[in-house]
């Protein structure tokens, strides 16, 4: 144990950090005297912390590791007793070192095996002269600095070295190539005005419905590479880890009656952003296209001859199907799947009881299909989409589950009939989709929230002298 600290210290020497080891045991594997640039044969006495900066306690005994741990806390030394973190003041990483990249990984001394496997998989998926990568691209700094003055420019000017093929070129070993090329690139840069070439362009991104790990790796890619990200209330603060640190966040979320930013003052901003040079992301719970009003952003930024891409999100409806078992279409239950949403234009104002309008659905023509119906921001008007469905020939007791928070930690399935819609959906406050038809019958039953549960039987699975497949109820 004492060899492997002493081999990464020693490193650190060779490589002159000004790491200097000394070594004090009775008796010393040679390997480990090999190393030190001091060996003291004999027991650990305190003297032996004088002028001492990092302090390994790596012995078998116990209590001789806690006496010298204790000194050197007592003088204010850094100590490190492996396999001990209760009597550490700091911990060793496992580090990878491709000098002078050097990536640390660390699990906080709770499993240092669990660290060196990971940074074998890092090792393998590093190539060996990304450390004279850096060295190469470092000695340009200076001469990149000179050409663009804004920094915006200059990280774009590197993130297409270091993605395109100059950088290809010099881990394949054509270091001189590399080298021309670069200057050629930067030569022309120069000729070209390179600051004012740059221009700004929007992606509109689907977030998915909630969990970080649906992103799609283009989303990720955008993300990381975007100066400015204009987010909705819809996307949760864990994908937000994935924007850059320096990228500027521009928060216009909306909730029911209460629109922080309207959508004019949001198109309004995509374009500004972009036509400054910026590359905008426009994040968006969900899809952009799925009840996003990514076409009405979309068609603002054409209009205005800013270059727009589309990233696609999981939708709603995909994610939480996915994430409470229930499939949108199965053979015998569900031949196709609807999605619309309870929030559309409606057909007329406000009745003159100041009644809310109603949405402009076909509900006979929804209530007719053999599809599953995924009703998007329905939760207030819950009780109406059942009394439509049902008024327009819809069983009353089809199958209905409301899923609050869909693919996050704190999801809510809860399942019913559609004649209780409303009760079911009452007393929930978060983003929540609603799903009807006879597939809910098929939801994991450990997904579902609710506490009663309710046979019914599923049409071409249950035999008549099985009992019906169930699931849950609420009250």
């Known amino acids: 144990m004492a060899l492997r600290k002493a081999r990464l210290v020693a490193g650190s020497a060779a490589q002159g950090r000004g790491a200097r080891l000394v070594v004090v045991a009775p008796e010393v594997h040679p390997d480990l005297a090999s190393l030190a640039a001091e060996v003291r044969h004999r027991p650990f006495t305190p003297d032996d912390l004088d002028g001492v900066t990092l302090v390994f306690a790596a ?73 004279r990568l850096a060295t190469f691209l470092d000695s340009f700094r200076g001469a990149v600095r000179a050409v663009k003055s804004d920094e915006t420019a200059r990280r774009r000017f590197w993130e297409r070295v270091i993605d395109g093929p100059i950088a290809q070129r010099f881990l394949a070993g054509d270091e001189a190539g590399a080298h021309e090329q670069l200057v050629k690139t930067l030569n022309t840069d120069a000729a070209a005005a390179g600051d004012a070439a740059e221009g700004g362009s929007v992606a509109l991104v689907g977030a998915g419905p909630g969990d970080p790990d649906l992103l799609t790796l283009r989303a990720l890619r955008v993300l990381q590479n975007a100066d400015v990200v204009v987010h909705d209330k819809l996307v949760d603060d864990r994908i937000l880890d994935y924007v850059r640190r320096d990228a500027r966040r521009i928060y216009v979320g909306k ?164 004649d209780r819609l409303g009760a079911l959906a009452a007393g929930l406050a978060g983003p929540a989709l609603i799903l009807v038809g006879q597939v809910v019958t098929l939801a994991h039953p450990a997904k579902i929230a609710a506490d009663i549960l309710t046979t019914v039987p599923v049409p071409g699975r249950d035999a008549d002298t099985t009992p019906g497949t169930g699931f849950k109820a609420a009250v």
């Open 59 to 131: 012995g078998e005994d116990e209590d001789e590791a806690a006496k010298v741990a204790a000194l050197a806390r007592a003088r204010g030394l850094l100590v490190n007793v492996p396999d001990r973190p209760h009597l550490s003041t700091f911990i060793m990483p496992a580090i990878v070192d491709r000098g002078p990249i050097t990536v640390a990984i660390s699990t906080n001394g709770t499993s240092p095996v669990l660290a060196r496997r990971l940074r074998a998989r890092i090792e393998a998926a590093l190539e060996p002269g990304l450390g």
């Open 255 to 418: 909730a029911k009656s209460c629109h922080t930013v309207s959508q004019d003052e949001i198109n309004a901003i995509l374009v500004r952003e972009a036509q400054a040079g910026h590359r905008v992301v426009r994040l968006k719970g969900g899809d952009p296209f799925v009840f996003g009003r990514g076409g009405e952003e979309m068609a603002v930024l054409r209009a205005a001859g800013v270059a727009v891409e589309l990233v696609p999100g999981i939708t709603a409806a995909a994610g939480c199907a996915a994430a409470t078992g229930i499939p949108l279409t199965h053979r015998g239950l569900a031949q196709g799947i609807t999605l619309v949403t309870a929030h559309g234009a409606a057909h007329s104002g406000p009745g003159a009881d100041g009644s809310p309008s109603e949405p402009a659905i076909d509900w006979t023509a929804l209530a007719r299909l053999d599809h599953t119906l995924a009703i998007y921001m329905g939760l207030s008007k819950a009780g109406l989409v059942a009394d439509r469905l049902i008024a327009a020939g819809k069983a009353p007791d089809t199958p209905v589950a409301v899923i609050e928070n869909g693919t996050r930690p704190d999801q809510t399935l809860i399942v019913g009939t559609l």
